[in-house]
């Protein structure tokens, strides 16, 4: 019987070309777990080891070689050993002159040495390049195949050729390479992993101590006081009725202050006349974290959302209106409806509707995986005309809220208004200057200046003096 040509084929030339010798100087788990993704991918890993013997926890395919052994057979070293155990490769100097060493080392604490690892193992291995890497990526993403963790890498290295050979690399393990600059960014590369939440402190910090403000305020205002003069035991407020004032006002106060820097910033360079001027140093980080303080915002908005959904079902409320309904059959009347009021409860619960699906939308776009798919005009009209429609929709949402009872000296107790009220105080000041800052002739030199026009530059003063006369 006649074979099949086909299956004459060799199974080596389907088979994906194989990729250049890769030596990783350690057999830890993030060794063990990068060479494994490594020969995954079609590289030829050496393991180089004090112990040069095959242990079962070693990937099949690989070899455990002693460090001199393994350096020879590649000319990319991956050191994934901690920094108190290179002493070691000072004898081997000669072998790694010209190769690639990757550091991919972390240290225990911010800023523990001097010098950052990688500087410390170019001064270790002068003839070497240096190149730092994979120090942002676990074992646990590896071995999970990067899809529960960050896929992001960040790169430095003061040899470009060395650099990209480690980028190439990075790439084929489906990763995304960061090229971070020369070695000198290695310090903050490695310090990048033991921060907690870097951008997120402010606003978390933030938004509880509002919370701890208006909670008090409100404890004192609406449990405190009615226990004093009126001999009322309102203490079980503290469950719903408090945090149910609480999140609402620090959701619109965070709101608010997501656009206020924006602000501050464009009179600063309104006052300076020029936009290459430097920021405050608390400008820009205000400016850097409003991603964050948006979201947060919109944690605390979905809070009162779901505090004012249980309001029906709660005791208190159930037995206020058994009162109310009861009181009106004693005295055989029935309250006429009130078209006025009808409006007013409508328009609240329409503000408060539309200002939260335009929050929930805000939030949505704010995600990577959202905004990547958008262009900068996009993106832009949503955080910024969308965003400013929320604060506004959010603010007309508490102001008729609010409605008569501002001109109310019973909201007054102790002389200390409601808690709502103090809430309007930052979006209405923001809202205020944003009106300001739209008019034509505040709009067109903030444009002009934003465009690259100088105050003190005499050729752009000159054409903006010519532009404002032919528009004249």
Known sequence: ???????????????????????????????????????QCGYSIAFGSRNAQTSSLIPKGTEVLSHREA????????????????????????????KVLVDVSNNLKINQYPESNAEYLAQLVPGAKVVKAFNTVSAWALQSGTLDASRQVFVCGDDNKAK???????????????DQGSLLAAREIENYPLQLFPMWKFPIYLAIGLSAFFFFYSLIRDVIYPCIYENKDLSFFIAISIPNRVCPIVALILLALVYLPGIIAAILQLHRGTKYSRFPDWLDKWMLCRKQLGL????FAFLHVLYTLVIPIRYYV????????????????TDPFNNTNGWISDSYLALGILGFFLFVLLGITSLPSVSNSVNWREFRFVQSKLGYLTLILCTAHTLVFGGKRFLNPSMYRWYLPAAYMLSLIVPCIVLAIKFVLIFPCIDRPLTQIRQGWERNSKGSKQSYYNDSKSAV
Not at 19 to 33: A, L, N, P
Not at 319 to 332: E, T
């Open 1 to 39: 019987m006649e074979k099949n040509s086909s299956n004459m084929i060799p199974l080596t030339e389907n088979s994906p070309p194989k990729k250049e010798m890769v030596c990783i100087f350690g057999t830890g788990d993030f060794g063990r777990s990068l060479g494994y993704k490594m020969l």
């Open 318 to 333: 159930r037995w206020r209106l058994n009162v109310y309904v009861i009181s009106q059959i004693k005295d055989n009347r």
């Open 71 to 98: 350096a020879q057979k590649a000319d990319i070293i991956i050191v994934a050993i901690q920094r108190q155990h290179y002493n070691f490769l000072t004898e081997l100097t000669e072998v790694l002159h010209g």
């Open 164 to 178: 990209q050979m480690v980028m190439d690399i990075v790439r084929t393990l489906g990763l995304t390479p960061l």
């Open 296 to 299: 947060v915002a919109l944690v």
